[in-house]
């Protein structure tokens, strides 16, 4: 009998001898099947494909079973743990806290987080300070997801403040309940705290005003099947495998070092201007990408820190247009116009390109693309030494983590005097790859796609 007949005639038979355990139907399908959501903390379809923190370590648990990904999203986030209790799914990889609710109906991994729920309402409205405040809240419109945490967690907090109610809404997401309180359709609404401090970039009239509760763990939701740890152990192994190599800070840090500040000023204008400028421009960067082989959002990014996507800006020092151009480089890339938006996107597009390709093929990304970003801020020559200092210190010069650091040093005679072309302002390439990387990692959110493939029903007879 084949693998897959033999899953069909005795899953759900815990006599049957020669049932399969979880983890080996997984490797006879051929396929890891997991249940997830669409959030910037989660999973996204950028321009390349899947991404975010999730998908990543979902990726890579499916590559060490050696099998396939079939990643996908349900209609409602309500329902993403039946897809589980179904076996439409093995994994929920959600960013989901581990409640008594949720536990009774699957089973969980490790916890590899810890998130705060908070409370958010829109900047200038009411505002609480203390859960005894929660009492006044008796006319507000408090909406929440219908089957998360928060669900819960405001159920038990009514039995202390029966003057305290919500509403649970079904079909929608988070994204969704955020611009409801922006909008003024809503009062407040409970949220995570890792998922707030991305969302804040996307919604800056908002902010968290009360923490309720205590901090709680966040971990997958697994299939349950009586007598059969499996799914459980290697998924415990995936996790400490990655914390052991340090791999699952990185993956974190990756997609959410870059939004950890937030400035309200800077990214209202930033909200306001992808609506009203970016548009004109945006093809221009399209095109831009397509001729050097860069995202176009990571090319809106640069022009963004270089001029807040304005064709006629000009600095003190003369530089000018979208890309702010010296004179020296435009010439040098055939730019006669400055100012003429298609001539500085793909003016600008061509220097990275160029600084880019002055990096050694060695090193990987996106260092190569963070460094050759530093280059066109300060220069090729200025990249170098701090690079140089970088290797005198024992780091790694191929590292932009490293470099970043050493950067700085370029304004201290003591080490400037060590190398080739002396002081330079090293800290400006700091920030302004800083503000790019926050810049390009927002972009990606606002741009992502949100149609998903519908998940098979191919667990269902299990």
């Known amino acids: ?39 910037p903390i989660s999973h996204y379809v950028g321009l390349d494909g899947p991404m975010g923190p999730e998908y ?3 990726r890579g648990l499916a590559d060490r079973l050696g099998v396939g ?31 008594p609710a949720r536990h009774a109906r699957v089973d969980f991994g490790p916890a590899y987080s810890m998130v705060q729920p908070q409370l958010v309402q829109r900047q200038g409205d009411r505002r609480v300070s203390s859960v005894e405040s929660l009492a006044a809240l008796e006319e507000a419109r408090i909406e929440v997801l219908a089957g998360s945490s928060h669900a819960e967690q405001l159920a038990r907090l009514a039995e202390e403040h029966p003057t305290l109610h919500w509403h649970a809404i079904q079909g929608v997401d988070v994204d969704e309940l955020l611009s409801r309180v922006t ?47 499996s799914l459980r152990e290697v998924v415990s192994a ?49 095109e831009a990408a397509a001729e050097t082989g860069f995202d176009w959002r990571l090319l809106a990014a640069i022009g963004y820190q270089e001029s807040h996507w304005n064709p006629q800006a000009v600095s003190p020092t003369g530089v000018r247009g979208i890309m702010m151009l010296t004179q020296r480089t435009a010439s040098s890339l055939e730019v006669e116009d400055r100012v003429d938006p298609f001539q500085s996107i793909m003016g600008g597009a061509r220097y990275l390109a160029r600084q880019h390709a002055r990096i050694p ?48 040093l370029l304004t201290q005679r003591q080490w400037y005097s060590r190398v080739r072309r002396g002081f330079a302002r090293g ?13 390009y990692q ?18 269902a007879s299990q």
């Open 183 to 229: 909008n003024g359709e809503a009062d407040f609404t409970v949220v995570d705290s890792s998922e707030f401090m991305v969302a804040r970039h996307l919604y800056p009239e908002l902010r968290a005003v009360l923490d309720l509760g205590d901090p709680e763990p966040v971990a997958w939701a697994l299939t349950r099947r009586r007598g059969d740890a």
């Open 238 to 286: 995936h996790f400490a495998t990655l914390d052991a190599e340090a791999e699952l800070a990185a993956i974190f840090q990756r997609y959410l070092e870059p939004v950890q500040d937030f400035d309200y000023v800077g990214t209202r204008a930033f909200v306001r201007h992808f609506d009203t400028r970016l548009p004109r421009y945006r093809d221009y960067f399209i």
């Open 69 to 99: 990904l079939h990643i996908f999203v349900p209609e409602s986030f309500d329902t993403t743990l039946d897809e589980l209790v179904a076996r439409r799914a093995h994994i929920a990889a959600a960013g989901l806290t581990v409640t």
């Open 361 to 408: 093929e060695r090193m990987p990304e996106p260092d190569r693309t963070w460094l050759a970003l530093a280059a066109y801020n300060i220069g090729w020559g200025h990249l170098e030494d701090a690079r140089i200092l970088t290797e005198i210190s024992g780091g790694n010069p191929d590292s932009w983590v490293e470099v970043r650091e050493h950067l700085p």
């Open 56 to 58: 990543d370590l979902a």
């Open 1 to 39: 009998m084949r693998p897959l007949l033999i899953i069909f005639a005795c899953f759900g038979l815990v006599t049957c001898s020669t049932t399969p355990s979880l983890v080996e139907q997984i490797r006879a399908l051929g396929e890891l099947r997991v249940v997830t959501r669409n959030s």
């Open 442 to 459: 927002v972009l990606q959110w606002m741009t992502a796609g949100d149609q998903e493939e519908e998940p098979a029903d191919l667990l």
């Open 427 to 439: 800290w400006q390439p700091v920030h302004y790859v800083d503000n790019i990387q926050r810049y």
